[in-house]
Structure formats: C-alpha cells, structure tokens
C-alpha cells in the first residue's frame, strides 16, 4: 500500500511538472488551443488516450525518475531530521525551563509551542526540497495566523497576561489577595484565567487581562499585617489612662506581634468622643481572631476600668413662645 501511495505521488508530479512544461513551451494562447495536449482524454477513444497518457508519464519517469526519487529522499531525510532536532530542541527548553522553577504549566505550553512551530518550518522546508513551491504555504499560513489572531484577540490578551504571571509571580497559590475589587483566597493560576475563593466560599473566575490589568493587592506575601480599630472614649475619661488600658490589653494578647510594637494613639476629637487609633500587627492568618478579638476586649477593659464608650447624642433645647 506504501509503495502504490508512492507511484500515485510520483505521478501526480510527473503530471504537475509535465503541464508545467506545456504551459511554458507554448507559443500562444492560440497554439496551445489548437494543439492537443497529451495529458489531454479523447471522449471518442478514451482507450488511444490512455495509452498516450501512460506513454508520456512513463517517458517523463525515464528521463527525470532519478531526480524524483531524490527530491523524495532529500525531502524524507529533512523531515525526519528536522522532527527529531524539534523533539530534541523542545525537550531541552523544557528541561531549562524547569530549572529554572518556571511553572509546569508553562513549560509544557512553551515545549509544544516551540515542537509545533519547528516542525511547522521542517514540513515547508522537506516541500520545497520535494520541488513543491512553498510561497504560496506561507502566504496561506500567515494569512490564517493573521485571521486567528483577530478572531482570539480577548483570549490571547488573556493568556499573554496569565504568561507575564506565571513568569512574575505577583501571588501564587494559597496567597489572600484582592483582584478587580474581589478578595479571596487563590486556588489555581491557569493560562486564561484565575480561580478564587471568596470568604462566602464562592468560587471566582477571573481573567488574566483582567486580573492584571488593575491593582493586585497581596495580604499574605509579607507574612505580617496590620489591623486597624478605631476606639471611641468619653471626653471626660483621662487620655492617658484610656491609652494604657489599650495598650495593656495589647501586650497581653499572644497572637499581637511585639515587632513591630503595637500602637494607640489619639486620632480625632469627634463630636461625642475622643477617638483613638488602634494598631496592633499580627500574622497574616491571626488578622480576624485579633481583629475581633481586640475589639471585644477593649471594650471589656475600659468599662472595668471605669471608662466610657459614648454614643452620638443630640441635645435639644426647647424655647417656649410667649402667651399673648
């Protein structure tokens, strides 16, 4: 079956460059209608022009048969070689690229990017040495590239955004961060697109271009973060005494970091209250236990101490009318 494949091939060339050659030696268009080609089929006695035709190709065989059989083996040898120099030149990128610590999922598109792009080159090449003109491939191909290009521009937008972030690593997975105005925790880094989880447990699918194309906000990269409360005290509690108690309530709590040291200090003098800013630092995963926490213990501490949270209050003064 192989070997009739082949005869077929080396016909259908034969044919090709034999029509070629009858194109070029004709005079003119005139000369060439009046001649009979022949290749050409004789309905009256289709049998005569069989057998010209199989007199012709087998006489373009006899004079150009070695030529054929060398452009195939020329063509053959290029393919082959040049499959196994992708395979080669593929594997050896993927190779550095691992270590390097890029992403597996990068290196495995890289590595079939590269094998397919290459043995793309290797196939127009083993054409060309097959005697077959290659521009017009080209032409088709980069016209095709042109059309898919245009046709996938939102989704090559996104996957050159989800390259940039495997390469640069703005958050990995596991990471708490903030996305497009979304806050959760990172679950999968894919080439189009991110997936989070929302602390409701809703899953967040997020484009690449998207993602990137805004502020990134990691909480836990640091390792460290800071919560930020604001206390209202009486104006007639003692400043200094208000301050202590908090700071006291600070110190004494185990997941407040002592570097950097907590801070309170006065913010604003509001219209029922003083306000003061509390700041204590925590790890990243303590963030709400301290954020709750604090809250609920300096309100305990300062009522113990005899101090007062206050609430907005209106005083309203009434002005009777004079009796007539």
Known sequence: MKKLHLLLFIALLSVSALGAKA????????AATEETSPLSVDLSNPQESIIKMYDTISDYLAENGVQLLLNL??????FFIGKFLAKLVSTLIYKAMQK?????TLCKFVKNLFYVGILGMVIITALGALGIPTASFVAVIGA?????????????????AGVLMIIFKPFKVGDLVEISGTIGVV?????FHT????PENLKIIIPNAQATGGNIINYTVNGTRRVDLVIGVSYEDDIKKAKE????????DPLVLDNPAPFVGVSELADSSVNYVVRPWCKVTDYWDVYFGTTEKVKYALEANGL??????HDIHMINAPTS
């Open 100 to 104: 390097g610590k890029v992403d597996t």
């Open 308 to 313: 007062t949270i206050p609430f907005p209050q």
């Open 195 to 198: 997936i989070i989880c929302s």
């Open 144 to 160: 095709a590239g042109l059309a898919l290009g245009l046709a996938l521009q939102g989704s090559l937008s996104n996957f050159a």
């Open 23 to 30: 194109t070029e030696e004709a005079p003119t268009a005139e």
């Open 245 to 252: 108690i908090m700071l006291e309530v600070l110190t004494s």
């Open 187 to 191: 679950r999968e880094i894919e080439i």
């Open 73 to 78: 083996l020329a063509a053959a040898a290029v």
